[in-house]
Nanobody, 123 residues
Framework: QVQLVESGGGLVQAGGSLRLSCEAS????????MAWYRQAPGKQRELVAT???????NYAGSVKGRFTIFRDTIKNTVSLQMNSLKPEDTAVYFC?????????????????WGQGTQVTVSS
């Protein structure tokens, strides 16, 4: 099992910045990919940014150039630095971890979620 705890959400004016953090505990050695998702009211959860074991990050087009994802495998944390925030970035942000284990010929996967942290951007 992997447990994820987020922190750092809050209220900010448009153009401002926030930094979200997520700390993983438990079977952290099995974590392959860590990511941030968000869900706005009335909308489906969407991917914001991922950082796999290769440490090559990927971003949603809507946040590219404004958000940066950091992963620290020693501290078992993943952070999301959000700059130039817009009202449309308002959502609950969720930390996500994908664990993988087992031999190459039969790899098991398990996905874990944090409880979410609210980010509100006022215009």
């Amino acid at each position: 099992q992997v447990q994820l705890v987020e922190s750092g959400g809050g209220l900010v004016q448009a153009g401002g910045s926030l930094r979200l953090s997520c700390e993983a505990s438990g079977r952290t050695r099995s974590i392959d990919t860590m990511a941030w998702y968000r869900q706005a009211p009335g909308k489906q959860r969407e991917l914001v940014a991922t950082v796999p074991s290769s440490f090559i990050p990927n971003y949603a087009g809507s946040v590219k150039g404004r958000f940066t994802i950091f992963r620290d495998t020693i501290k078992n944390t993943v952070s999301l630095q959000m700059n130039s925030l817009k009202p449309e970035d308002t959502a609950v942000y969720f930390c996500n971890a994908l664990s993988k284990w087992g031999p190459v010929e039969r790899t098991y996967e398990q996905e874990y979620w944090g409880q979410g942290t609210q980010v509100t951007v006022s215009s």
